[in-house]
């Protein structure tokens, strides 16, 4: 009985408290009531007070003559409200704090109710170390067809092993690594919990990190994958639970006990078995570093899989032991020694190879389980997940095929693997992966995905740089000169790439450049490009490689960056997409264990984007699929060319270490690698006669053998609008003259709002002087003035003009000459007024933004030309031209279309001898600001249509669209005028190269 109630009934002591009311053990007095006040004795004596008369009534009615005065309140009136207020507040006081105490007592009800709820899930300490779901994971193709399945922990490779048998030196790496606070903190990580709360909330996504070991046990032990608010108070709750329940050491031994370490092993004690064969017991530093770092990604820190990525990983274990000091760095030296060699060795590698039991498409495999664990975290094996894949048996089968095949062939020349990655481009479905030829072939590292691994790409990178050109202006049609070029390389010595063969191949359109994968003209795109813009086409692209410009040079445009094949393939994919970029994914579906379809992801990264406008990748799809534009460098009938329009690039780098071949259809995109996973090089393989023959027969087999593919016709690439069909002159992408040979003339495909309009400015007629060859003028006699048609060969971006002109009469251009005859022996003719030009406006050095207005005076014959062109070093684009005297308005440009800086204007002149006469001016172009808007806002100045010249332009003709295909509409806005792109120089000057160079074959 309680002793309250014993001493109830017992009978008071005289020493005792005689006031039951007052507490006893000390003095304590309450407090004595209030005295009344004392009554006011009134002055009139109470028989006066009763016999008088009431007082007369008070007039509120001011006399005549007088204003009214309102009657004055005594200070008894005045202070009764007060007095009242004071009562309604003492009245409420207590029921306001009765509510707010009824308020807080509710809460704490509350709370104490959800968390009662929660805490009666925690099983007895005895059972917590071998919770686990009943469900295992499993992965199927897309057709359902089961292939692979990850078995419950328990009926694995699970054993318990008690506190006291745990090795100190695990216990500090584990600490260290996860939880360094574990022994002091109360099992819960508030701030993390509330960081993960406000994602769920704001941005409809989970965010890990900074969970404590206890919370991870709850996760691993108690809680579903799914991330949900819901989750995350339960595994607060519980974690608290646990902490007041359990003792540290307890939860230390459940926690590794639990856990997931990879290749199917579930507690140290297994993990210990499976990659070391001992007992936890005899762990050593090294040994326990490395296990300490698997549990946070075990599917991608697998030494068996990923021994790079595990190495890394201990690195990052041991800093922390020291930091926590655990060890020294002598210790971790050490430990890092004896790994590096462990991890390479037989036994290790053996033990690897007996513990993963794929069967079908195992790097696949591997590659989806690390995206459920990216997703879902370490716990996602054990929620009894159904994941369906969008692998295609039929395609992995052909991909498996063709790569042994293909390896067995060059096996004298020290190729050992090859990897390929095979992709739907219309929504990133991957159909096949391939990352090794054989899996269990530790001789060629078989277990590494060299999909997913970084290597060095050769020119199959040159798209994307060809494609940072066209959107800057250049067409298919640009010329470029494929000449040995020596670029500028700072305080270096010049870099001087080569070609593939080792030639030179003159003047070639980009057309022929792309096609034929010419390593000089690519190097001088870039050059125009500059590398921060290439870098941002391919990070627009999916490349998650190119992060710093000062890492690379020129050599980047050759492959002097490294890559991964699944995310060159989803490049070349939004190519055949008409722009749009589909990211890859290996899913369909995803069911968890109660039969609930998952997101498969939410992130806006994982959304399609149109990265360029339809019409520029259509101008690559159909260069990468011209087989007549490559055949001087691939021949005719190459492994490149198939049964079915297809675009196709290969790439090889120097030593030929790396080779590659990419491309396909608007089905189906594939890309393949062939070389040797520890970097040694091949014999003579080049992307050709190493990659070029899989990724054909890949292709030419999925449409003959692949159910999804059978019935598919062969078709050309969908054609958006706004492209039209012109004739140029070759050697200036120009409309032809009269004077361009028909030989030199060629059909290409354009932009509309970039369909060349100026003249060919290459060959001209000129006046020479018979007697000497050299440029005629008015003093000559007319007898020995005779009209020729000569080749003005356009000046190069590096090169210098005089070996451009020396290649040109090499090759049989018609080179005019470049002095003036004096005439000295002839009769002087009629002279005529000298020819002058002049700009008025803008002024020399003025700020310009906007359409600009370039106001000027030509004085010349009538039957002499002028030109008004806008420019940067030597690369011109013309924005007016005419013949005769011209005063007033040559004409206007968009200053902004040309980049910030300096910005040259310039106007020339020919007289009837051919002989140039020029004025220019040089502006600076800044950001354009739209006007403030007003209430009537004025309009944006209208552009003058530029003065035609008098001879006939050929009208460009529209392609037609192919009826099979339905037409993409450009999801991008036309650029502005001028219709003639700039070739301008970059702003930007080149990075120094690499220290060891790469020149890649095509």
Known sequence: MNDSFQNANRPPDSNENPNPLQPSGYEYEYPSPRSAPARRIPTTPPAERANAAPPPPVSRVAPPGKEFEPPRQTVSQVAAPRSNTRVWAGRLIPFLLGGLLLVFCGGLALVGGVYAFYANELPPSDKLATVNTDQSTKIYDRNGGLLYEIVDPNLGRHTIVPPEKIPQVLKQATLATEDPSFYSNPGVDWYGVARAIYYLVRYQRPVSGASTITQQLIKTALLSPEQTIERKIKEAILALEVTRRYSKDQILAFYLNTINYGNRSYGIQAASQSYFQKDVTQLDLAEASLLAGLPQLPAIYDPCINPDKALERQQVVLGLMMEQGFINQAQASDATKEMQARVTSDPFVNACRAGIDYSHAPHFVEYVRQELQARYGPEFDRAGLQVYTTLDPQMQTIVEEEARKQIGALKGKNVNSAAAVVVNPKNGEIYAMLGSVDFNDKEIDGQVNVATRLRQPGSSIKPLNYLAALEKGWTPATPIYDLVTEFPNGSQPPYVPKNYDDKEHGLVTLRTALANSYNIPAVKTLYFVGVPEMMGVAQRFGITTFTDPARYGLSLTLGGGEVKLTELTGAYAALANGGQLQPLTPFTKIVDGNGRELPIS?????????????????????????NAARTPAFGA????????????????????????????????VIGVWVGNPRNEAMRNVSGITGAAPIWHNVLERAYKEVDAFKGIAPHDFSIPQGLVQAEVCNESGLVPTEFCPADHRHSEIFLNNQAPTQFDDVWVKLKIDSTNGQLANENCAPEVIQENVFAKLKEDLVLPYDKIREWGAANGYPIPPIENSPCTNNVPGPTQEPVAVKINRPDPGTNVSGVVTVNGMVRAPQNAAWILEVGRTGQWVAIASGNGETRGQLGQFDANAFGEGELDIRLTATDEFGRPYEDKVRVYVVP??????????????????????????????????????????????????????????????????????????P
Do not use: H
């Open 928 to 1001: 354009f600001i739209p006007p403030a808007l007003t209430e009537e806002p004025t309009k944006r100045p209208r552009r003058t249509r530029t003065p035609e010249p008098t001879a006939i332009i050929a009208t460009p003709i529209p392609i037609e669209t192919p009826t099979e295909e339905p037409t993409l509409e450009p999801t991008l806005e036309p650029t502005l005028e001028p219709t003639i792109e700039p070739t301008l120089e970059p702003t930007i000057e080149p990075t120094a190269e690499p220290t060891v160079p790469t020149t890649p074959t």
């Open 602 to 626: 939410n992130s806006d990264a994982a959304q399609p984007q149109q990265v360029t406008d339809p019409r520029y990748a259509y101008l690559l799809t159909n260069i990468l699929s011209d």
């Open 637 to 668: 009938n190459s492994p490149l060319k198939v049964s079915r329009p297809a675009f196709v690039k290969t790439g090889t780098t120097n030593d030929y270490k790396d080779n590659w071949t990419l491309g396909g259809t608007n089905e189906l």
